[in-house]
């Protein structure tokens, strides 16, 4: 079965750098069907950024020039970049993976910008 494990999240001051991982396992896939969305608290899923067929990416305006989207296919591990960071940046950030037409999650990473 297919299993994608975040890590990396954590507390940042506004201004800092965080790397995210996400891990895919238990099948085959295109890694380029790969990418990130966040959730705030009572907010719903926003896309962040994704890898799209033939390994171009697509951003979120709202983090375009401060994030970037990763991947090492030997490891079949995607990464989101993220820089520059700010407190709206808060969230629940998870990856996903598009098989055959499912969305596979993981179960997510909490990100915190404070100061």
């Known amino acids: 079965q297919v299993q994608l494990v975040e890590s990396g999240g954590g507390l940042v001051q506004p201004g800092g750098s965080l790397r995210l991982s996400c891990a895919a396992s238990?099948?085959?896939?295109?890694?380029?069907?790969m990418g990130w969305y966040r959730q705030a608290p009572g907010k719903g899923r926003e896309f962040v950024a994704a890898?799209?067929?033939?390994?171009?990416?697509n951003y979120a305006d709202s983090v375009k020039g401060r994030f970037t989207i990763l991947r090492d296919n030997a490891k079949n591990t995607v990464y989101l970049q993220m820089n520059s960071l700010k407190p709206e940046d808060t969230a629940v950030y998870s990856c996903?993976?598009?098989?055959?037409?499912?969305?596979?999650w993981g179960k997510g990473t909490q990100v915190t910008v404070s100061s």
């Open positions: 996903y993976l598009n098989w055959n037409g499912i969305l596979y």
């Open positions: 238990g099948g085959i896939f295109e890694i380029n069907l």
């Open positions: 890898f799209t067929t033939g390994g171009s990416t």
